[in-house]
């Protein structure tokens, strides 16, 4: 009889110990998990950051280059002016966005393509407006 108390006494400590030891291995887990999501995160802002840069530059690049070409034809007037409105939309976007930048080449970068694309947008709106 003192054997079978022995044996379940024995069991039960060492499903005990065992259970603690895997809840301490799930919280590792868990705690790694957590780490590799914030990251992806931030990865993933920092990405998003930079597609919207390139794609405001893009915009930016091609309204100055209809700007150079000075035609005086009402189409490219009516679609200067709807780029320039639309860029300067993007920028406004950029602009909110930049104050949760945590990269600091990003957030220089962000800041160069705004000036940039606001002395183009200036330029278009005084020659097309």
């Given at each position: 009889m003192?054997?079978?108390?022995?044996?379940l006494?024995s069991?039960f400590c060492?499903l005990?110990?065992s259970?603690?030891?895997?809840?301490e291995?799930i919280n590792?887990?868990?705690k790694?998990?957590n780490?590799v999501?914030?990251?992806?995160?931030?990865?993933?802002?920092?990405?998003?950051?930079?597609?919207?840069?390139?794609?405001?530059?893009s915009?930016?690049?091609i309204?100055?280059n209809?700007?150079?070409?000075?035609q005086?034809?009402t189409?490219?007037r009516?679609?200067?002016?709807?780029?320039?409105n639309?860029?300067?939309?993007?920028?406004?976007k950029l602009?909110s966005?930049?104050?949760?930048?945590?990269?600091?080449?990003?957030?220089?970068?962000?800041?160069?393509?705004i000036?940039?694309?606001?002395?183009?947008i200036?330029?278009?709106?005084f020659?097309?407006?």
């Amino acid at each position: 009889m003192k054997l079978i108390i022995i044996a379940l006494v024995s069991f039960f400590c060492g499903l005990f110990v065992s259970t603690i030891y895997l809840s301490e291995e799930i919280n590792s887990h868990n705690k790694a998990f957590n780490e590799v999501l914030d990251a992806t995160q931030s990865y993933a802002s920092k990405l998003k950051a930079q597609r919207s840069i390139d794609k405001l530059k893009s915009d930016v690049d091609i309204l100055g280059n209809l700007a150079a070409r000075e035609q005086n034809g009402t189409p490219i007037r009516v679609m200067m002016t709807d780029m320039a409105n639309k860029t300067k939309n993007d920028v406004e976007k950029l602009s909110s966005s930049i104050t949760g930048m945590e990269d600091p080449k990003l957030k220089e970068q962000a800041i160069n393509l705004i000036q940039e694309a606001n002395k183009v947008i200036d330029e278009v709106e005084f020659y097309y407006k």
